[in-house]
């Protein structure tokens, strides 16, 4: 979990551990530098790997406690007008599905499938996001995958569970069969199936891409991290801040053994904020790495360009056609980016003067791009060569070896640590 931060930001990690019942103790001893976490996990008890830093600890702690007081702080009062989608199949993963369908939908309309974000609703990311009102103006349908607190207190989809991410099961199944609903009832052209989701939402919108890539024609991926990538708890948080990310000849063969499809790829739109403390900026670049292999494409883009706060890096496939983009903003927090003229502000919805919506639905041709006013003002700007930029594995790198640097040794305190730790746990509900 990231450091201390502004409580309406979230995580793509719920804020209690997203199991039924689960008890965490601390070691009575507190070590110098790193302590130890036991769970107690529906009766089996599983020892964690040591934390790295007592200072990281107390802050992923403290951020646990402030997320705790914030859950309902993302839902909102936004209008909720969705439909609710009943019917659809075996529902696996027990989600809710919402959907939308603009006043004119032709058969054979395109379909985006949206994943909101922890601490979100469905209703309010369509609110914010606007793409309700960009399916209304281009003609395509919408569905809206939903979490609940039964699942994940946090509303958090669990990307980091191998029971929830797996083809054919879990969560990833429910929003399978929400699909082919979609597809049946409504006449929806079978080539053109999109996902897109933030954070939690962009990480599941990515094991969709991995598990079901005969599925979807592409995908957009925004504050989100490449598919396999955690497996437990202890993993999301680490991955989220950018430690111990896999190699990228690992992430290409999760990918690879996530399906047995052999066909065409689904191309993929990345974005990511170079201030978010939630999510690591390395992360973006992992996922560029992960689907490198399956596209063919060189580890350098085809070409790279910069307006205002926006610098994007793109790859093309051998007839020219862009199959892969990193759009990196400067300055940017943890969230969708947002312009005026399209959808509204809030909680991780933020208005930096780029339309993520609209660019996405232009990468996929399934919307005509219009210029953000502010991007269009600013003059373009000479853009650092891609390989100037450390990448995924470079900055993990150095995050281990920092991570692993030990701190300067110091007893005292460690009673007000070790009370700090408790009261954090128990604020959590995580501790008796």
């Not at 990515?206 to 598919?227: K, R, Y």
């Not at 948080?237 to 896999?246: E, I, K, T």
């Not at 780029?354 to 996929?364: E, G, H, K, L, Y």
């Amino acid at each position: 979990m990231p450091a201390i931060r502004d409580p309406q930001e979230t995580d793509p990690v719920p804020s209690h551990l997203p199991f039924p019942s689960v008890i965490v103790q601390c070691s009575n001893h507190i070590h110098e530098t790193t302590f130890d976490l036991l769970t107690s996990v529906s009766g089996d008890t599983k020892r964690m790997d040591p934390l790295r830093k007592i200072s990281d600890t107390i802050a992923r702690l403290a951020a646990l406690k402030t997320l705790h007081g914030h859950r309902h702080s993302s839902t909102g009062s936004a209008p909720d007008s969705l439909p609710q989608l009943t019917g659809f199949g075996s529902n696996p993963g027990a989600l809710n599905g919402r959907y939308r369908l603009p006043a004119q939908l032709r058969d054979g309309a395109p379909l985006v499938v949206v994943l909101h974000g922890c601490t979100q609703t469905a209703a309010a990311y369509d609110h914010h996001s606007g793409w309700s009102q960009l399916a209304e103006e281009a003609g395509f349908a919408l569905l809206y995958p939903e979490q609940h607190r039964g699942n994940n207190p946090n509303l958090c989809f669990n990307w980091f569970l191998p029971a929830d991410t797996r083809r054919d099961a879990g969560e990833a199944l429910s929003i399978r069969q929400m699909i082919d609903a979609m597809v049946a009832r409504h006449g929806i052209d079978g080539d053109r199936i999109f996902v897109t989701g933030l954070s939690a939402g962009g990480a599941m919108a990515a094991t969709m891409l991995a598990t079901h890539p005969e599925v979807f024609a592409g995908g957009a991926i925004i504050a989100g991290l490449a598919h396999g990538s955690a497996r437990t708890v202890p993993e999301a948080f680490d991955r989220m801040r950018g430690h111990g990310l896999p190699s990228e000849a690992t992430l290409q063969k999760l990918l690879r053994d996530a399906s047995d499809h052999r066909g065409t790829w689904p191309k993929i739109s990345i974005w990511q904020g170079t201030a978010d403390q939630t999510v690591a900026a390395t992360n973006a670049q992992a996922l560029a790495a992960q689907w490198r292999g399956v596209h063919g494409l060189d580890e350098e883009p085809t070409f790279s360009r910069a307006s205002g706060a926006l610098a994007k890096h793109v790859w093309s496939d051998i007839e020219g056609d862009a199959v892969l983009e990193i759009n990196m903003i400067a300055g940017m927090g943890h969230g969708t980016p947002l312009a005026p003229g399209l959808g509204a502000p809030g909680p991780f919805m933020l208005d930096v003067g780029v339309s993520s919506t609209r660019a996405i639905a232009d990468f996929w041709g399934i919307a005509q791009a219009r210029t953000d006013s502010r991007t269009a003002s600013a003059q373009p700007r000479s853009v650092v060569p891609y390989d100037a930029r450390p990448d995924a594995r470079e900055q993990s790198r150095q995050a281990r070896s920092e991570a692993d640097t030990p701190p300067a040794s110091s007893s005292a305190g460690a009673s007000g640590i070790q009370k700090t730790i408790e009261d954090a746990l128990r604020a959590a509900g995580l501790m008796r």
